[in-house]
């Protein structure tokens, strides 16, 4: 059942979490395992000790894509956008494609309230290779990409790809009638001529206004290292 599987997911996570300190009271500049050790840590809310390993990681390979997009999840958890543009910009230098982070970017410089990170016009860039990425299968994708839509003035197409990130929701998953009223007040919004903006103040521990349950980004990112 559910609940085994998260138990057998927590499992996982503390094997792999003493896998990476066993490497790094071997050698302790071992990029992977700072950035596996990020992640978890990432994961697990544990921010202040996320931020210390992947910031190492950083510093001992600033090309590392892994190392960058976990370190920029750490800080929109944390309110701190411009640092979280930063990285995420730094990972797509290395790794163009990585899907968090295009779609993170889109949706920052569509629907941020800061006029020095607001972009319309790169958030539909970027909003579009993350669903031509995913092919159009990824309903956090599309939200972004429709609010870019929305944030440049296309209302219509905002409202049309809002329609195949809701059709994309599926019936009894976890979160799921959370997730649509989200997307359906944007897609009112946008019906009505009017953009979406984040309104998540600094500091604010997580986003209540964006559909989490769908794209489970800690799983995905620092998984590129093998120890």
């Known amino acids: 059942g559910a609940l085994d599987a998260l138990l057998a997911a927590a499992d996982r996570d503390e094997a792999a979490r003493k896998d990476a300190v066993s490497v790094l009271a071997l ?3 071992h990029v992977g395992a700072h950035v596996n050790l990020g992640a978890l840590m990432r994961r697990r809310g544990d921010l202040a ?3 210390a390993s992947l910031s190492r990681a950083v510093v001992l390979d600033p090309k590392n894509a892994a190392a960058h997009v976990n370190l920029a999840g750490v800080f929109v958890s944390q309110g701190a956008m411009a640092r979280a543009v930063v ?3 730094a990972a797509l230098a ?3 494609s990585l899907v968090e982070a295009l779609t993170e970017l889109a949706w920052t410089r569509a629907t941020s309230p800061s006029a020095s990170i607001r972009n319309p016009a790169a958030a539909v860039g970027y909003a579009e290779r993350a669903a031509a ?4 299968s990824d309903a956090r994708a599309l939200d972004a990409l429709a609010a870019a839509y929305a944030a440049g003035g296309r209302y219509r ?3 049309t790809t809002l329609d195949e990130a809701l059709a994309l929701i599926p019936a009894g998953a976890a979160d799921a009638d ?3 009223r989200l997307l359906e007040e944007r897609r009112a919004l946008y019906r009505s001529r009017r953009a979406f903006v984040d309104p998540m103040p600094p500091l604010m521990p997580k986003r209540s ?3 989490d349950a769908l794209a489970p980004w800690a799983r995905i990112s620092g998984t590129h290292h093998s120890l």
């Open 49 to 51: 000790g996320a931020t």
């Open 178 to 180: 959370e997730s649509r």
């Open 87 to 89: 990285e995420y910009e």
């Open 209 to 211: 206004r964006k559909i």
């Open 157 to 159: 197409d905002a409202v």
């Open 133 to 136: 990425r995913t092919s159009r």
């Open 27 to 29: 050698d302790p500049d």
């Open 94 to 96: 290395t790794s163009p």
